[in-house]
């Protein structure tokens, strides 16, 4: 099952919260003494930003596989969002051991750079979203040959587990990207998303629709789960997409985002007589969003060109930040993953 750890930082007492939360998602992580001990040295310094530079905000950590990474398991993903004032000058605060005494956000991001195997941000006046992920191997991730893809994925009510989850794999040229959604919340959902994630480990090398077919039987003992399915192939420059149930899911591609829509039903439960795919061509500025129906259904796409360049998890974090609302609170788990083209470098 999915394990979420999202952690309100708005007093001292939860930057310990943080710490013993990142420790914990280590050991689960398998990540030896000298590593967990890193994650949590990054997630100390995240939630220490928060409080001092932004008036608090959240730390979302969880455990996420990474397509190429090699035998070393799943890494820690730190997650820092924030409605703070911004960064005035990124690349200053990036700077190894810049301080400040202004109200503005920056000391020790330059350590979180240097010590995580990955690390990303992206900053505006509407505040900042800061990504960290550490694994056992010291020096940043492979990238899939296909492209990059990335995630957020926040349980009800900051619950242990989520109902939704994500996950990805590579075959050959071909990048697939899954979004389940369990059907309602807690632990039974997260067993139904949670055998979808497994079933994609087993059949990812076939087509989306196939993909689907194939879950369909391995979510006959849980109680069913929304299901989408997207895959890059970068030997033909295609998108295929393919749904069942209620993901939601836009293609940005030459400047514009469309839907991409599911076919109703529920994998695992009811399961339609016919899985249609949708095929988009695909470029070196496309990017797709999956969501769960956690997210409001009527969330406005970015329209900021150099954030799509980011991490697809900086991507995906700031949607779901940006779609949120006190008026409006969230009323099931929410998962937001991202599908991007391979843009080199850490996008700061």
Not at 10 to 24: F, I, K, N, Y
Not at 133 to 162: C, D, F, Y
Not at 240 to 263: D, E, Y
Not at 301 to 328: F, G, K, M, W
């Amino acid at each position: 099952m999915t394990r979420v750890w999202d952690i309100p930082v708005h007093d001292p007492t939860r930057v310990r919260d943080v710490r013993v939360a990142t420790e914990e998602a280590g050991a689960r992580a398998g990540l030896d003494a000298h590593r967990t001990a890193v994650a949590a040295l990054v997630a100390t310094e995240l939630a220490t930003n928060l409080l001092k530079h932004a008036g608090g905000g959240r730390l979302v950590i969880d455990l996420v596989e990474r397509p190429g990474a090699g035998p070393h398991g799943p890494a820690v993903q730190l997650v820092a969002l924030d409605h703070g004032p911004g960064i005035r000058d990124v690349t200053t605060a990036m700077l190894d051991g810049y301080t400040t005494s202004e109200a503005s956000l920056g000391a020790g991001l330059g350590t979180c750079l240097r010590i995580a195997g990955e690390f990303d941000l992206y900053s505006t006046p509407r505040g900042t979203v800061s990504v960290a992920r550490i694994g056992q191997g010291t020096g940043p991730e492979k990238t899939a040959p296909a492209g990059r893809a990335g995630g957020i994925n926040v349980p009800l009510g900051r619950a242990e587990h989520s109902g939704d989850a994500w996950s990805c794999v590579v075959s050959g040229s071909r990048l697939t990207l899954l979004l389940a959604d369990g059907l309602g919340h807690g632990a039974k959902a997260a067993q139904a998303s949670g055998a979808a994630v497994d079933e994609l480990h087993r059949v990812g090398h076939l087509s989306a629709p196939e993909i689907l077919r194939q879950m369909h039987p391995a979510l006959r003992h849980t109680r069913g789960a929304a299901v989408a399915v997207a895959q890059l192939d970068t030997d033909t420059g295609e998108l295929a997409f393919s749904g069942v149930g209620n993901i939601g899911a836009r293609l940005h591609t030459a400047g514009s985002w469309a839907h991409l829509v599911s076919h109703p039903g529920i994998v695992g439960a009811q399961f339609p007589a016919t899985v249609p795919v949708r095929r988009s061509p695909w470029g070196p500025e496309s990017l797709l969003v999956l969501h769960s129906d956690g997210l409001p259904s009527r969330w406005v796409p970015p329209n900021e060109p150099h954030l799509l360049t980011h991490d697809p998890a900086v991507v995906a974090a700031t949607i779901l930040r940006d779609a949120s609302s006190a008026a409006s609170p969230v009323r099931d788990d929410t998962c937001v993953a991202v599908l991007a083209s391979d843009h080199p470098g850490r996008h700061l």
